[in-house]
């Protein structure tokens, strides 16, 4: 089945570009050149009409494969064989209740109405009356081939993102259908011209030559923009592009459109020209060029064809396939390196000035010792930079940061890495038997991406005591391992963190579910970009004072936009007094034990062993889910501490707007 759709997909992706660029062709070309001296190469009308002939037949093919797409959906969707699926009853659900289906019937009916305006350019005597048909059929033609956007992965995007995804893939489908749908007639106008050979049909060749070469530069022009927009949505990053199934795909249909390109840019700079002095064998190159453009422009689309339904890199795991990566780490660790980075970089535009100047004067030793210095530069560069990898380096954990599985690595950790790494990433009490020293394991995912310390975790290192832990660890046991080491990590900068708000840390708040006031169930991430949050971990009775006025002054934090959420740090420390500090107007979380245990972690003043959590802190998050201050015990006065969170809050709201938190490590 999957065969079948990707044949269907790219059937009829080639008949509507083939059905728009051959009008395109008709209106930007061969209507202009006919004007002039086109009667040289054809009789009649032929070079106009031909086209539309053309065109016709994409339209057929795109009807024909429609209705087989319609069919493979109908089986997908019903979970049917293909031959059960086409009934009545599923094809109706399919186009009434379903996005495809549509836009499948608002495509069929602009279809009917391009076959009504084709039949009557064929048939139309007067050609100004044709022209205006042909300008009525290539806007319907270009609907046509525009709402297949709505058939591909924009349209399955996020909302927010839904729009401007939609429409580059529009402006990639017109750009596309605009280059390859004319090649046909291109093809055509340059073959009638070699089999005439005479002196007015090579001028004629080099008029429309020229006229399809600056229709070819608009449409590259939008096609490299639409197509970094698309990729930007649909890869993301460079280890999705090399990673993945759907980045190599792309990489395979680049690799074609830079040789499609090559060939253009031969017969616009090297052929073209040649025209002028009646150069047979240029004639027959730029024919023999716009047939292998069409050839490649196919395998593209069968590419497309593929990639439609195959999971965007942007949704899956990359596979980093190569046993280095670029980093800036050497950077920070050699004295002296970014100096040599910023040569390399001077004689790289240096160079690319060499190339430019000779590409422009045509002095090839100019462009090849500028493209020769640009590549040393680069690849010099690249030497420096390279730093070992790890097929999961650019991994990110499944695993989200939550309080549970900081709690679940903790658990790990004790008994899994203590005995080694000792209870905070150092020593351990088998670490003198051992000889080599462990690595401090919190450091080194400070330092490290958690797709590199995944694979340690779950490899070891070969030639150390740094055993493997896969199988015996599962890979969720194994992300919930590097989320505590995580936690610690950053637990570390919140010891720095004081009753003011100060320059911004990458110190993310674990996310938790909890319920207050017998309200729906929520979370800490949900309340990032509509509130900050007053996150109060307490000991009853000793918290008392300061919770009654936290009640107390709920309206004033909700008017401020800050969300008060108390928790108990000891879920049994209860008391009848605190019956009295609800009075309406409830801070209390109802939540699991390991919220408060995971955020001991970020509590304690040191990381000594009796160093244990206080009885009563205060975190303030900021709107993007960041620490941005701490408190430290029940103040002797509570309304100075409310007072002086609120003119924290001002400070933050006066702060420059951040990205979210990463989903990955923060640092």
């Known amino acids: ?255 074609l459109f830079a040789a499609m390109i090559t060939l253009a840019l031969v017969n616009r700079l090297r052929l073209t020209p040649r025209l002028h002095t009646h150069d047979r064998a240029a004639l027959r190159g730029l024919r023999r060029n716009a047939l292998l453009e069409a050839a490649a422009g196919l395998l593209v689309l069968a590419l497309v064809g593929v990639l439609g339904i195959t999971v965007p890199a942007a949704h899956q795991a990359p596979v980093w396939p190569f046993a280095y990566t670029l980093s800036l780490e050497p950077v920070y660790e050699a004295v002296g390196l970014s100096t040599v980075l910023v040569f390399a970089a001077s004689v790289a535009l240096v160079a690319a000035g060499v190339a430019v100047r000779g590409f422009r004067t045509r002095r090839s030793g100019l462009w090849i010792s500028g493209l020769a210095g640009i590549c040393v530069a680069a690849s010099s560069s690249a030497w420096l930079l390279a730093v070992p990898a790890h097929p999961t380096s650019y991994l990110t954990s499944p695993v989200r940061y939550t309080t549970t599985s900081i709690v679940s690595g903790s658990a790990r950790y004790a008994r899994d890495c203590s005995a080694c790494h000792g209870s905070h990433g150092g020593d351990g009490r088998a670490a003198a038997s051992l000889a080599m020293k462990p690595a401090n394991l919190i450091e080194y995912a400070s330092h490290h991406r958690a797709g590199d310390v995944f694979w340690v975790i779950a490899h070891g290192i070969p030639g150390t005591s740094m055993p493997a832990f896969a199988p015996r660890l599962a890979d969720s046991e194994i992300w919930e391992l590097i989320q505590f080491l995580r936690a610690q990590s950053e637990a570390t900068d919140a010891r720095a963190l004081t009753h003011r708000v100060e320059p911004w840390r990458p110190i993310v708040a674990p996310d938790f579910t909890f319920e207050i006031d017998a309200q729906p169930q929520e979370s800490l991430r949900k309340q990032r970009e509509r509130f900050a949050t007053q996150l109060v971990f307490y000991t009853l009775p000793d918290s ?124």
Not at 77 to 97: D, F, I, K, W, Y
Not at 125 to 140: F, K
Not at 638 to 656: C, M, V, Y
């Open 1 to 255: 089945m999957n065969a079948l759709f990707v044949t269907v997909r790219a059937i009829h992706f080639a008949s509507a570009m083939l059905l728009f660029g051959e009008l395109v062709f008709v209106l930007c070309v061969a209507k202009p050149m006919w004007r002039g001296a086109g009667n040289a190469i054809h009789d009649g009308n032929d070079v106009s009409r031909w086209p539309v002939r053309i065109a016709v037949w994409g339209l057929v093919g795109s009807i024909a494969s429609g209705v087989a797409w319609l069919a493979i959906e109908a089986a997908v969707m019903s979970g049917m064989p293909l031959e059960e699926a086409l009934n009545r009853t599923t094809v109706a659900l399919v186009l009434g209740e379903t996005l495809f289906g549509r836009v499948w019937l608002l495509r069929a009916a602009v279809g009917i109405g391009l076959g009504a305006l084709l039949a009557a350019i064929i048939m139309a005597g007067d050609d100004r009356r044709r022209s205006r048909l042909t300008m009525g059929a290539a806007v319907l033609a270009g609907v046509y081939l525009a709402t297949l956007a709505w058939a591909g992965h924009a349209a399955a995007g996020p909302p927010e993102e839904r729009s401007l995804h939609l429409t580059s893939d529009v402006v990639h489908l017109l750009a596309a259908g605009a280059w390859l749908g004319a090649l046909p007639g291109l093809a055509f106008v340059l073959g009638r011209a070699q089999r005439i050979s005479n002196v007015p049909s090579f001028d004629t060749a080099a008029d429309v030559t020229r006229r399809f070469s600056a229709l070819g530069v608009v449409s590259v022009g939008a096609l490299l923009l639409s197509g970094l927009a698309n990729t930007w949505y649909l890869v993301g990053d460079v280890p999705a592009l090399v990673g993945t199934d759907y980045g190599r795909l792309l990489l395979a249909k680049l690799a």
């Open 544 to 667: 008392l004072p300061r919770l009654r006025e936290l009640a107390t002054e709920k309206r004033a934090f909700a008017e401020a936009g800050v969300r008060v959420i108390a928790v108990p740090l000891v879920m049994s420390s209860t008391s009848p007094d605190a019956e009295t500090v609800n009075d309406g107007k409830s801070i209390f979380a109802i939540t699991r034990p390991d919220v408060a245990k995971a955020y001991a972690i970020f509590a304690r003043r040191g990381i000594e062993a009796g160093d244990d959590a206080p009885a009563h802190v205060e975190f303030l998050i900021d709107r993007q889910g960041y620490m941005r201050a701490r408190w430290i015990g029940v103040p002797a006065t509570a309304t100075d501490r409310t007072g002086e969170i609120l003119s924290q809050i001002k400070q933050l709201d006066d702060e420059r707007a951040r990205a979210r938190p990463p989903a990955g490590h923060a640092h």
